[in-house]
């Protein structure tokens, strides 16, 4: 099981904090994947993608027991 | 309990305490920089905020600011603190403290640090005005991004 993570707006507008997919997929697959499901949140197009808590490219494959989690644009400070 | 530099807590910030993780007897300064709530964004009037943060990422990530201070600033030494929840005006959302040597350093690398903060660590601020309420999206508290994408004029080449 893969585990993914969304924040903010993102998680906001989802309604979920935590979602989970079985198949190992690439960053942008799961993005694409998250975009189908969840057409009107429109920041996951664009938000950063960071696997087990480390900033990722699209192209990074996401494998079992990994966490992905889509960071919208921080404001911290 | 082993002291940690680079936290994320939930209840206010103690600044003493946060000094005193980076005293050294070959510091020539000790630079705190001290984040608060501000009320007034662009005559908008903020009631209060809320943090939220990937805590573990956000440790890591302030813990990797403290890496890239020491690659540049000889003997510096850093923490960094970050609250998250509900805060109010005038609450101090983050503390950071530099010790260098010479006072220069501290200046600077305690500067380098809260940039970095708005770029790379995963925490988002909620405002919530009398009118409603946002999630702020940028790096530079200026503007949202409704849409989630920032406008090309927006964004940062640095």
Request: hydrophobic share 40%; proline share 4%.
């Given at each position: 099981?893969?585990?993914?993570?969304?924040?903010?707006?993102?998680?906001?507008?989802?309604?979920?904090?935590?979602?989970?997919?079985?198949?190992?997929?690439?960053?942008?697959?799961?993005?694409?994947?998250?975009?189908?499901?969840?057409?009107?949140?429109?920041?996951?197009?664009?938000?950063?993608?960071?696997?087990?808590?480390?900033?990722?490219?699209?192209?990074?494959?996401?494998?079992?027991?990994?966490?992905?989690?889509?960071?919208?644009?921080?404001?911290?400070? | 309990?082993?002291?940690?530099?680079?936290?994320?807590?939930?209840?206010?910030?103690?600044?003493?305490?946060?000094?005193?993780?980076?005293?050294?007897?070959?510091?020539?300064?000790?630079?705190?920089f001290i984040g608060t709530?501000?009320?007034?964004?662009?005559?908008?009037?903020?009631?209060?905020?809320?943090?939220?943060?990937?805590?573990?990422?956000?440790?890591?990530?302030?813990?990797?600011?403290?890496?890239?201070?020491?690659?540049?600033?000889?003997?510096?030494?850093?923490?960094?603190?970050?609250?998250?929840?509900?805060?109010?005006?005038?609450?101090i959302?983050?503390v950071?403290?530099?010790?260098?040597?010479?006072?220069?350093?501290?200046?600077?690398?305690?500067?380098?640090?809260?940039?970095?903060?708005?770029?790379?660590?995963?925490?988002?601020?909620?405002?919530?005005?009398?009118?409603?309420?946002?999630?702020?999206?940028?790096?530079?508290?200026?503007?949202?991004?409704?849409?989630?994408?920032?406008?090309?004029?927006?964004?940062?080449?640095?």
């Amino acid at each position: 099981m893969i585990k993914i993570l969304l924040f903010a707006e993102l998680e906001e507008k989802t309604g979920k904090r935590e979602l989970s997919v079985s198949m190992e997929m690439t960053v942008e697959e799961i993005r694409k994947k998250l975009l189908k499901d969840y057409p009107h949140v429109t920041g996951l197009a664009s938000a950063m993608a960071a696997v087990n808590e480390e900033f990722a490219d699209e192209s990074v494959k996401v494998r079992q027991g990994d966490l992905i989690a889509f960071i919208p644009p921080v404001s911290g400070g | 309990m082993t002291v940690k530099n680079f936290e994320i807590i939930e209840k206010p910030i103690e600044v003493d305490h946060i000094i005193r993780k980076v005293e050294d007897r070959n510091a020539g300064a000790i630079n705190t920089f001290i984040g608060t709530v501000r009320e007034m964004t662009k005559g908008k009037k903020t009631l209060y905020l809320k943090y939220d943060a990937y805590i573990p990422m956000a440790e890591k990530k302030l813990a990797q600011i403290g890496k890239e201070i020491n690659d540049r600033y000889a003997d510096a030494k850093v923490a960094i603190t970050h609250r998250i929840g509900a805060l109010e005006i005038s609450d101090i959302a983050v503390v950071i403290a530099v010790s260098t040597p010479h006072r220069a350093d501290s200046f600077d690398a305690s500067r380098y640090a809260i940039e970095r903060i708005k770029e790379i660590v995963p925490i988002w601020k909620k405002e919530h005005w009398e009118d409603g309420e946002e999630w702020i999206g940028d790096q530079l508290e200026n503007n949202a991004y409704p849409l989630g994408v920032p406008k090309e004029e927006d964004v940062i080449d640095d």
